[in-house]
């Protein structure tokens, strides 16, 4: 099976190829990045994680995208346009208007967005002329929107995936004290804004024994973000990123800045050695306050599980269930259906399909439609060039809410990034 890896010089890729090494499926890897440099470092980081193994996959790697793409069976979208500088730029810019700068929720996520949609079409084109039997699965965020961009070309054969909801449900097993593998999960929303609001074991729900019990439910990570008592007024366990809208704040830190310094020493000198522990301070850095005792999460592995399960059961036809960004059909009563969403799936190798689930509450259906809608006219403005529909994004979204302060940013992100010309 051949697997082409876009955005190949990135720093995850390691975590996705000492996956490989586990199931010998995968017999040859082609990684793709406009950075040859890049490409070159995490290609030696390889050759050391493979050490020898009998199932490693053959490694090779290219900046020719139409090489990469022809004919692979999977492609895995991991690309970041603009790079950690641009994301940077996202953050000062945000930060100075007094809003968020994360690159998924708000006006960097908006401007991450901008940029990134035009490319993720042309490759959307691409893997439907050159391997139109392909599976993508994207890794690129903002995984829903980029996903739903790309789903307009690829239909079904394109699939988002996001370790937070694994991670979630398997705290929250954790902390009931269930076995993750045979409970049954009650999870939806949008990529980065979902709820778990079910936990069945053997067909009884679990998770109110979860939210009556404050211990237990501040021995994790959502519940020290949001505390006992929003999650029991809830009635359910949101997604780590929902506190950005909770409880809303502009992030006095700049994570871009962070990371871009950090994988500079990486790249600078790359080893196997040195890319383990840059991966651990990474992950130990983010959330920090609320990963407190929580290593095993940091070392269990995310995006790299989700996605081999994902593309294990396609290939092979195992059926499993997994949580997914998927078009939403008729899953979610008050979402377009052709809108991407995150909600259980079964998955087999015809594709991933959504599992019915109950509606979402009042409070939720109303975040998850605003939000939407500025996703929408974020697809917009990159599939059209309107600049008119650029700023309904910006002004419109619940944590800007500010037509002033909407315009200056989208004069601002225009002015920054060459990649948004577009919008001139």
């Given at each position: 099976m051949r697997l082409a890896i876009?955005?190949?010089?990135?720093?995850?890729?390691?975590?996705?190829?000492?996956?490989?090494?586990?199931?010998?499926?995968?017999?040859?890897?082609?990684?793709?990045?406009?950075?040859?440099?890049?490409?070159a470092a995490i290609e030696r980081v390889l050759a050391e994680q493979a050490g020898g193994a009998a199932n490693a996959p053959r490694v090779s790697t290219t900046t020719d995208l139409r090489a990469a793409v022809s004919d692979v069976d999977f492609v895995f979208s991991a690309i970041r346009v603009g790079g950690l500088r641009g994301r940077q730029l996202d953050e000062r810019i945000a930060h100075a208007e007094g809003v968020l700068g994360q690159e998924t929720a708000g006006a960097g996520g908006i401007a991450y967005g901008l940029r990134t949609v035009p490319v993720a079409v042309a490759l959307a084109r691409l893997v439907g002329e050159l391997a139109p039997r392909a599976w993508v699965i994207n890794f690129t965020n903002p995984a829903g929107l980029v996903t739903e961009a790309m789903a307009a070309h690829l239909g079904g054969r394109v699939i988002g995936i996001c370790d937070s909801p694994s991670g979630l449900c398997r705290r929250v097993a954790r902390a009931l004290g269930v076995d993750a593998a045979t409970a049954k999960f009650d999870y939806a929303g949008l990529n980065h804004l979902g709820w778990l609001r079910s936990v069945r074991v053997g067909g009884e729900d679990v998770l109110p024994r979860l939210l009556a019990d404050p211990a237990a439910c501040e021995s994790f990570e959502e519940g020290k973000l949001f505390g006992a008592d929003w999650l029991r007024t809830l009635g359910a366990v949101p997604n780590e990123y929902l506190h950005y809208y909770y409880f809303p704040?502009?992030?006095?830190?700049?994570?871009?800045?962070?990371?871009?310094?950090?994988?500079?020493?990486?790249?600078?000198?790359?080893?196997?050695?040195?890319?383990?522990?840059?991966?651990?301070?990474?992950?130990?850095?983010?959330?920090?306050?609320?990963?407190?005792?929580?290593?095993?999460?940091?070392?269990?592995?995310?995006?790299?599980?989700?996605?081999?399960?994902?593309?294990?059961?396609?290939?092979?036809?195992?059926?499993?269930?997994?949580?997914?960004?998927?078009?939403?059909?008729?899953?979610?009563?008050?979402?377009?259906?052709?809108?991407?969403?995150?909600?259980?799936?079964?998955?087999?190798?015809?594709?991933?399909?959504?599992?019915?689930?109950?509606?979402?509450?009042?409070?939720?259906?109303?975040?998850?439609?605003?939000?939407?809608?500025?996703?929408?006219?974020?697809?917009?403005?990159?599939?059209?060039?309107?600049?008119?529909?650029?700023?309904?994004?910006?002004?419109?979204?619940?944590?800007?809410?500010?037509?002033?302060?909407?315009?200056?940013?989208?004069?601002?992100?225009?002015?920054?990034?060459?990649?948004?010309?577009?919008?001139?």
């Open positions: 876009l955005g190949g010089g990135g720093f995850r890729v390691p975590l996705v190829h000492g996956a490989l090494l586990d199931g010998g499926e995968v017999t040859e890897l082609v990684l793709h990045d406009v950075d040859a440099g890049r490409l704040h502009a992030a006095a830190e700049s994570r871009g800045e962070f990371l871009l310094e950090q994988q500079r020493e990486f790249y600078a000198e790359p080893s196997l050695a040195s890319w383990e522990r840059t991966r651990l301070e990474r992950e130990a850095t983010y959330m920090a306050e609320a990963r407190e005792g929580e290593r095993d999460d940091l070392e269990g592995g995310g995006y790299e599980k989700v996605a081999l399960a994902l593309m294990r059961a396609l290939a092979h036809g195992e059926r499993t269930t997994l949580i997914l960004n998927v078009r939403n059909g008729s899953t979610l009563p008050g979402v377009p259906g052709d809108a991407v969403v995150e909600v259980p799936c079964v998955v087999d190798a015809d594709g991933a399909r959504p599992l019915a689930t109950a509606p979402l509450a009042d409070h939720a259906l109303g975040l998850v439609a605003t939000v939407k809608a500025v996703e929408r006219a974020v697809l917009e403005a990159a599939t059209t060039g309107s600049r008119a529909a650029a700023l309904r994004a910006f002004a419109l979204h619940p944590l800007v809410g500010s037509v002033p302060v909407g315009r200056r940013l989208l004069d601002a992100y225009a002015a920054a990034h060459p990649e948004l010309a577009y919008l001139a």
